[in-house]
């Protein structure tokens, strides 16, 4: 860090303070910036705006929560006469969601990169690996909370916090949200779909897009000016270099920052989304090509510079690796019914097979029981005594699992937490 040579931004911002000290790795008499007076209060407030961004990022993912609460409950009681149209809810609200959640994220992204931008140039980093690092640690924890929040909100928190019959949570005044009656796990594979699909879709077509527009913009420009010597001759190859495009001063960072980005769709929901990595690879079969033709088409030559790693990158992707393993331990133990279904299979089932597994994981509630207000099952020309609702409570129609039932939600929750300690002792 201190053989770099100082960046120019900082030798301008610095060209008025007359404190100077003397660097002694180069010799050399540099100016010197105020600790306390400058640097921190810089710092304080560039990562004080970086986490009200998240915060915001979090409240975009709260609302459309509310927004598929509240469409839900609208269509259910408007379509409760038509059943075909009321099986179609779910998913309805389940795909409007997911397309709503990525116009916000590809709407917050237009904004993130100038206001990172900004924010790391406020706080004078004196190298350019410095600066990058910074930049680069800013943008990601942007984009991560960004892409990945509402992921992490099905997989981990949509339906754990419901209740019961009688006495359900409710979030802003409606009932919280619950999985379906596989979980949740199918709604995190169609959030991750649209998610990772529509966001490869769009950057591919700004990718090409908007340097192409850049490019024609320019030429057209260029032969309306009358700039060229030649115009009735072919233009010479360094004119037609000269008309293209400027490459922006950090070139590969968005390039970066996307297979990173693209590395954690991969790895931390793979269990969820086996398809990820397929996409992934079409993807990047498709970016190589779209990218050798805009570097060597629309865009002017980078001036090559010699570094010795990938800096920061590395333990970006150290950090998501370790990450994924968790994250895959959690779906596999809280979000999917694998461990419910293997230990039914092998402790419950007579047969070793699935027959009946369903029914175990249901639990009766008598709906004479509902307050006076939500008893609304119990009218006087219906039969329905009970209702049935996924949790290991007591039964109170099947007497005789009564003792298997008493312990099998402990026992699930142990096996749940052993499987995860494995894998974070495996991770680490």
């Not at 879709?201 to 309306?224: C, D, Q, R, T």
């Not at 931390?268 to 990595?277: K, R, S, Y």
Request: proline fraction near 3%.
């Amino acid at each position: 860090m201190h053989l770099e040579h100082p960046r120019p931004e900082y030798l301008a911002k610095l060209s008025t303070v007359k404190k100077k000290k003397v660097n002694f790795i180069t010799g050399v008499n540099e100016p010197c910036v105020s600790f306390w007076k400058r640097r921190v209060p810089c710092t304080i407030f560039s990562w004080s705006v970086v986490l009200l961004l998240v915060t915001i990022a979090i409240a975009a993912v709260v609302g459309v929560i509310v927004y598929r609460i509240s469409i839900q409950t609208v269509l259910y009681f408007t379509l409760s006469d038509n059943q075909t149209l009321t099986s179609m809810v779910s998913l309805t609200t389940s795909v409007t969601a997911a397309l709503l959640n990525l116009v916000c994220i590809m709407t917050f992204n237009l904004i993130y990169r100038r206001i990172a931008t900004f924010l790391t140039e406020l706080e004078i980093h004196r190298t350019q690996s410095d600066y990058e690092n910074s930049l680069t640690l800013k943008m990601y924890m942007l984009k991560f909370v960004n892409y990945y929040s509402s992921v992490f909100y099905i997989a981990f928190f949509k339906g754990r916090f419901v209740g019961y019959p009688g006495h359900y949570n409710s979030l802003f005044g409606y009932r919280q949200e619950e999985c379906g009656t596989g979980g949740c796990l199918f709604e995190l594979s169609l959030q991750l779909a649209i998610i990772v699909a529509g966001k490869q879709f769009i950057n591919a077509v700004v990718e090409m897009g908007v340097p192409w527009l850049l490019w024609v913009y320019k030429k057209w420009s260029v032969h309306k000016k009358g700039q060229c010597a030649h115009e009735n001759h072919a233009p010479t190859q360094w004119e037609s270099d000269y008309n293209l495009i400027n490459q922006e001063e950090l070139g590969l960072f968005s390039e970066y920052l996307e297979m990173v980005l693209q590395f954690g769709f991969v790895t931390i929901f793979v269990v969820a989304f086996p398809l990820a990595p397929l996409f992934a690879l079409l993807n990047n079969i498709t970016e190589i090509r779209l990218d050798a033709r805009k570097f060597i088409t629309f865009l002017r030559r980078p001036v090559a510079e010699r570094v010795k790693n990938i800096g920061i990158w590395y333990r970006i992707l150290n950090s998501v690796g370790k990450i994924s393993v968790i994250t895959n331990a959690l779906i596999i133990a809280f979000t999917s019914s694998f461990i419910e279904e293997t230990f039914y299979k092998v402790f419950i089932s007579p047969d070793g097979s699935l027959n009946g597994f369903l029914n175990f994981t249901l639990s009766d509630f008598n709906i004479s029981d509902f307050p006076g207000d939500l008893n609304i099952l119990s009218e006087p020309d219906t039969s329905v005594e009970y209702c049935k609702y996924q949790d290991y409570r007591e039964p109170q129609q099947q007497a005789t699992n009564m003792n298997i039932r008493r312990y099998i939600g402990s026992w699930l929750q142990l096996s749940r937490f052993s499987f995860l300690f494995l894998c974070v002792l495996y991770s680490s």
